[in-house]
T-cell receptor
Framework: KNEVEQSPQNLTAQEGEFITINCSYSVGISALHWLQQHPGGGIVSLFMLSSGKKKHGRLIATINIQEKHSSLHITASHPRDSAVYICAVRSTGGYGGSQGNLIFGKGTKLSVKP | DSGVTQTPKHLITATGQRVTLRCSPRSGDLSVYWYQQSLDQGLQFLIQYYNGEERAKGNILERFSAQQFPDLHSELNLSSLELGDSALYFC????????????FGPGTRLTVL
C-alpha cells in the first residue's frame, strides 16, 4: 500500500464544473503539498499546508490532520486547468531516507473539456 | 518561471554511459533536492543538499551521486546507465533545510537507448 493515495486517478470535466481531488496519507506529516504538472512536464507548487484551508484564485486546498486527508478544489474549471495534480507529504518519520523529505502520490490526471 | 534552472533539457545516451545533470537553485536558496520521475514509479526523492552538505538520501542508486558546489549549484551524476534509468529528473530548491515550499526546475528528460 502506498503511503500517499490519490483519487481519482483520472478525471474528465466540462468547463465550468467544480472539481475535487482527494489525497489520503498513512504517515505522520509536518506538511502537505499540492503540485501541478503541465503536459510539457514542468512542475509548479500550488500549496503547502499543515492545517486548515488555503485559497489562491480558483483553487482551494484543505487538510484534516486527524483524518489524514486533504482535498484540492477547483472552482469554475477551465481547459487551461488540464494537468496532473500531485499530492506530496513531508513525513515526520524516517521514511524516504530522512525525516522531512517528500513522499508523492501517483497523481490525478485532469482533463477539462470546453 | 520558478527561478530554478536545469541543463540540459533533453539527453539521449546509450547503456553503460555516464551523464551529468546540472541544477542552479533560485537566488538565495540553500537547499537543493533531486527527484526522479519514471512512468512506473512516479516521483521519487533521490537526495538533498543543504549549503554544500548532503542532508538526506532517498531512493538513490549507488551508481548515482550528487554534489553541491560553493556557488550552490548542484550536479547529479548517473553512471553505468541502464534502460530503466530513462526518466525525467527534476531538481528543486528551497530557502531553508526543507521545511519550506520547494520550487521546481523544468526537468531534464534522460533517454537511455
Amino acid at each position: 500500500k502506498n503511503e500517499v493515495e490519490q483519487s481519482p486517478q483520472n478525471l474528465t470535466a466540462q468547463e465550468g464544473e467544480f472539481i475535487t481531488i482527494n489525497c489520503s496519507y498513512s504517515v505522520g506529516i509536518s506538511a502537505l503539498h499540492w503540485l501541478q504538472q503541465h503536459p510539457g512536464g514542468g512542475i509548479v507548487s500550488l500549496f503547502m499546508l499543515s492545517s486548515g484551508k488555503k485559497k489562491h484564485g480558483r483553487l482551494i486546498a484543505t487538510i484534516n490532520i486527524q483524518e489524514k486527508h486533504s482535498s484540492l478544489h477547483i472552482t469554475a474549471s477551465h481547459p487551461r486547468d488540464s494537468a496532473v495534480y500531485i499530492c506530496a507529504v513531508r513525513s515526520t518519520g524516517g521514511y524516504g531516507g530522512s525525516q522531512g523529505n517528500l513522499i508523492f502520490g501517483k497523481g490525478t490526471k485532469l482533463s477539462v473539456k470546453p | 518561471d520558478s527561478g530554478v534552472t536545469q541543463t540540459p533539457k533533453h539527453l539521449i545516451t546509450a547503456t553503460g554511459q555516464r551523464v551529468t545533470l546540472r541544477c542552479s537553485p533560485r537566488s538565495g536558496d540553500l537547499s537543493v533536492y533531486w527527484y526522479q520521475q519514471s512512468l512506473d514509479q512516479g516521483l521519487q526523492f533521490l537526495i538533498q543538499y543543504y549549503n554544500g552538505e548532503e542532508r538526506a538520501k532517498g531512493n538513490i542508486l549507488e551508481r548515482f551521486s550528487a554534489q553541491q558546489f560553493p556557488d550552490l549549484h548542484s550536479e547529479l551524476n548517473l553512471s553505468s546507465l541502464e534502460l530503466g534509468d530513462s526518466a525525467l529528473y527534476f531538481c528543486a530548491s528551497s530557502g531553508l533545510a526543507g521545511y519550506n515550499e520547494q520550487f521546481f526546475g523544468p526537468g531534464t528528460r534522460l533517454t537511455v537507448l
